[in-house]
């Protein structure tokens, strides 16, 4: 659960653990887990206040419930959870979203025969990941808050053109460079994204199922949408589509311009 690397005892994952504690438990680690490390150390050496003076922490938090409302609402309604308690469902939709947003890939029900709505705030939380400094995947909660701020930013110098804006994390102004840079990652890895759900989508994968795979491999998620869901797995794809996910979570795991930079002339002539 603390490496966020969602590989279970059991071949049901945290389903087969029909354990509200047991759930309830690997709930709060996997948050735990998504969350800055540097901010724990702060709370074991007494500054506990650390988490709420992070302006990262409140945007992933807050993110987390704003997804947990969504999908709970939305399961809550469906047909599928019929016959479900009010307990159940809301645990349900809990788990799904600190696994998905954390990039830790536990299930403890398929999210498949979930509204399209619900699947797709999953989706949303994949390419999040969590904060910069945890165990999670994906773009880092930190550059989607970065790229938020930058946008209000942005909309406050075309109302007022005269005015000196700057871009904050927390108390900190950032350089454009820096915004810019985020704003380069973002772009590259949505780039390799769209890339593999177009090979995968070539290879014949239908396109539900090429989109659930591109996302969960770069993200290192693990399950996806359609044919690569929560019940399902990878086995069955073509060796071609495999090498494409290896590319993919390689690219993910270790931070895409590391990649890049390995095929950059200049590296090889220092």
């Known amino acids: 659960t603390m490496p966020t690397g969602g590989f279970s005892t ?3 994952s945290a389903a087969d653990f029909d354990s509200a504690f047991v759930q309830y438990t690997i709930i709060g680690f996997m948050y735990l887990a998504g969350v800055n490390f540097v901010l724990h150390f702060k709370a074991l050496s007494g500054k506990v206040g650390g988490y709420w003076a ?8 807050g993110t987390l419930l704003i997804g947990l409302a969504l ?4 399961a809550l309604f469906s047909n599928a959870s019929s016959g479900l308690g009010l307990e159940r469902v809301f645990r349900n939709a809990l788990f799904q979203v600190v696994s998905i947003g954390t990039g830790t890939g536990f299930v403890t029900y398929d999210y498949g025969v979930w509204p399209l709505a619900a699947q797709l705030v999953l989706v949303m939380l994949m390419f999040m990941g969590g904060m910069a400094g945890s165990t999670a995947g994906g773009i880092k909660s930190m550059r989607m808050y970065v790229l938020f701020r930058a946008g209000i930013s942005e909309l406050r110098r075309s109302l007022h053109p005269r005015a000196v804006v700057v871009t904050r994390l927390g108390a900190r102004a950032l350089e454009e460079s820096e915004v810019l840079n985020i704003l380069g990652f973002v772009l590259l890895f949505f780039g390799f994204f769209s890339v593999g759900v177009l090979v995968l989508s070539v290879l014949g994968h239908d396109l539900t199922t090429a989109i659930g795979a591109s996302v969960a491999a770069i993200a290192n998620i693990g399950p996806g949408l359609g044919a690569v869901g929560a019940a399902e797995n990878y086995g069955w794809m073509d ?3 495999h090498l494409i996910l290896i590319g993919l979570m390689i690219v993910g795991r270790l931070e895409i311009f590391t990649v890049l930079l390995l095929f950059h002339p200049d590296l090889w002539r220092r």
């Open 54 to 61: 992070s302006s990262e922490w409140r945007f992933y938090t």
């Open 10 to 12: 059991r071949n049901q």
């Open 71 to 74: 999908v709970f609402v939305l």
């Open 239 to 241: 060796p071609l589509s």
